[in-house]
């Protein structure tokens, strides 16, 4: 990397660590352009020449945060032989991940804006999809190895999915432990369901 090369990622990374703050401290709707103008010492024009817009900005950070959480969650995933173990992993992993995540607040309202680009809902649609496919290939271990019966992997990929999205809503004003206790027992109803087996 040449020396003008290292000063734009320098640069860079000084209005991404600058938005972040910002973004952490007021949330995603109440930050400005300007304010991230103010904070950094860039003009305007060198924020949209890095980024098209404060949500692209904003996913940038998303998509950090995401490769931070798979990292993450690659260490350790070893540690759980098969995969209702990786489950039960992965809800903690969830709980101690996300709902504790400084950007956590600011998501929720990055999502919930009905204000988006295409371009912004096709990259939002990627994520989405990616969260899909890692459920679907959990899953599809799970019945290649035997431990789950044979089903449509796709179709319960989504029903997990809706199931994380829903927990992570829902737990928002809980302790750790109580968010662990719930997202424990939404994967004991996920794998078994809440009905006593139908009389043969």
Known sequence: MNKKQLQTEQTKKRMVDAARALFVQKGFKATSIEDIVAATGSSKGNIYYHFKSKEGLFLYLLD?????????????????????????????????????????????EFFNSDEKDNDVE???????????????????????????????????AIIMESLIIGLSQMSRQSSIEEALSVYELAVQVLLYGIAHPAPS
Do not use: C
Not at 67 to 83: A, S, V, Y
Not at 89 to 99: P, Q
Not at 123 to 139: D, E, P
């Open 122 to 156: 096709e990259r939002v649609s990627t994520m989405m999809a990616s969260h899909l496919s890692f459920n679907q290939q959990l899953i599809q271990q799970g019945i290649d190895k035997g431990e789950f019966k044979a089903n449509d992997a796709a179709k319960l």
């Open 64 to 108: 950090e945060w995401n490769r931070d959480w798979e990292e993450k969650w690659l260490e350790k995933e070893h540690l759980f032989p098969t995969t209702v173990e990786k489950l039960y992993g992965l809800a903690e992993h969830l709980v101690r991940e996300d709902l504790s995540h400084p950007l956590t607040k600011a998501a929720d």
